[in-house]
């Protein structure tokens, strides 16, 4: 075929252009929804809007600016967040604390600085190439535009900062749909996230948010046309609804961890990593511990080990008690019973005072002996009262413990000197997140090596979220040239 002219390249061009734009929807990835309000005029200030429509605008405007700016301001706005977060850690989880009701300060106070300090940014996004006859291929990673987040209210201020850093570090602008719950100390996290990215160097209204957040909202925000990737974190109903939204969808669901201890365990250690995992913020972290299933020959050594780590053991009267109190629904064997909301996330104190027991200030743990098919085993009760569970041997505890985790593939945790125990435990629990000899936190970065993420997507098989997981490739091919070899 003869060269084209210039002329002939300028009119194909027009006319692809011509057939483009008469498309239906022929938005770039990158493009930004064009609201019908002015996103500046309608914003509160600092990121935050009245409705979704003109936050998405605003989100998209500000993507569009940070493409034009250099990988260096990228990294200085992310270092700027960290920093300005690290000041704010500790005002943060308390107002998350007194909004809520959940957790304790200390321990959300300890959630923050992780995601600040081990939350990656754009160190992660490298590219890759491929060298051989034929030229060059390279593949970088780019932006998806504007991300839809949904958070939740256990974890409203660690998993906004941990989201912001992986996002942003990606080249994205992000809306968040907060948690009613957490609405108010959700959008001060906000403000201070855009004070940040101004302070570097970048765009206003990078982050944003709506006043008044609702399960409305959320689910206008899954079906914006302005929206091109969702992150959602919570419960399996706004799973289901993310994934059916016509979107990528990006979903952190529910757990139900379980503890494996085998007769050559540290027994000592397990029993100090499991009290730390299953109390750490009062048992509402997804990770977090939620049952043990013991082989018998170690079991007593367990229980009183665990009561010398900070636990308290409940007796069988005392639970049965206690049973009325922390569920809300008849119980049935083997099966998940509704937990008594105004129990969630609480201290052991408020719980059992519930029933008259006074323990001490130092006590951050109930335990109770249970048999395997008491619904406590099988309910994530995100609360700080922890069954433990005699076995036979440890190929029965693996087995309970595949079955009581539900399938979820989230997060389990064994103790255990024996290989072929550890190997079979990890293969048949397929989980997101699978520890040996250590709390089930240590899975998060926490007393473990490895990233931090509050985002562990099992059910859209990303596992722990990171910038690239906010990201789209992109390959681009040279032929025939640029091997220099």
Aim: aromatic share 4%.
């Amino acid at each position: 075929m003869s060269n084209l002219t210039q002329e002939q390249i300028d009119q194909i061009a027009k006319r692809v252009i011509g057939l483009i734009q008469n498309q239906p929807d022929n938005r770039a990835l990158s493009q930004p929804y064009a609201g019908t309000a002015s996103a500046a005029s309608a914003s509160l200030g600092n990121g935050i809007f009245p409705n979704i429509d003109s936050a998405v605008e605003a989100a998209g405007r500000a993507h569009l600016q940070l493409m034009k700016m250099s990988l260096e301001t990228r990294n200085k706005i992310i270092s700027n967040i960290r920093r300005r977060m690290t000041e704010n850690a500790e005002t943060l989880a308390r107002k998350a604390n007194e909004e809520t009701g959940l957790g304790r300060v200390e321990d959300k106070i300890l959630k923050n600085r992780l995601v600040i300090e081990k939350t990656p940014g754009t160190e992660v996004l490298k590219p890759t190439a491929f060298s051989g006859d034929r030229g060059l291929t390279l593949m970088e990673l780019a932006p998806y535009g504007v991300i839809g987040s949904i958070t939740p209210v256990t974890n409203p201020t660690s998993s906004i900062i941990c989201n912001t850093i992986g996002m942003v570090a990606a080249g994205n602008g992000v809306v968040f749909n907060v948690h009613p719950g957490a609405k108010n100390v959700s959008i001060e996290n906000i403000r201070l996230l855009n004070d940040a990215i101004t302070e570097a160097g970048g765009p206003p209204n990078l982050v944003t948010t709506i006043l008044n957040p609702t399960v409305e909202s959320a689910q206008e925000l899954m079906h914006h046309p302005g929206v091109r990737l969702l992150v959602v974190t919570g419960g399996s109903g706004v799973v289901k609804a993310a994934m059916a939204s016509g979107k990528r969808a990006i979903c952190a669901g529910p757990g139900n961890p379980p503890v494996v201890v085998d007769e050559s365990a540290d027994i000592d250690q397990a029993a100090k990593h499991i009290v730390l995992g299953a109390s750490m913020d009062n048992n509402i972290i997804c990770v977090d511990e939620k049952e043990v299933f013991v082989v018998s020959k170690v079991a007593d050594q367990l229980i009183a080990a665990l009561q010398r780590h900070g636990a308290v053991l409940l007796s069988k009267g005392q639970f049965i008690q206690l049973e009325r109190e922390i569920f809300s629904s008849p119980l049935e064997p083997r099966r998940r019973a509704a937990v008594n909301k105004a129990l969630i996330g609480k201290d052991v104190q408020v719980i059992l005072s519930k029933i008259g027991l006074k323990v001490g200030k130092d006590v951050r743990l109930a335990v109770v002996e249970l048999e395997e098919d008491h619904p406590l085993v099988w309910t994530e009760q995100m609360m700080p009262v922890f069954p433990v569970v005699r076995v036979s041997n440890a190929d029965k505890a693996i087995d309970l413990a595949k079955e009581a985790e539900h399938g979820y593939g989230h997060t389990a945790v064994m103790h255990s000197k024996n290989l072929d125990n550890l190997s079979r435990m990890a293969k048949e629990m397929n989980c997101s997140i699978f520890v040996k000899n250590g709390p089930s936190v240590a899975g998060l970065g926490y007393g473990g090596e490895g990233y931090c993420s509050f985002s562990i997507a099992s059910p859209t098989g990303e596992g722990l979220t990171n910038p690239r997981s906010f990201s789209r490739e992109r390959r681009c091919v040279l032929v025939d040239h640029f091997r220099i070899v």
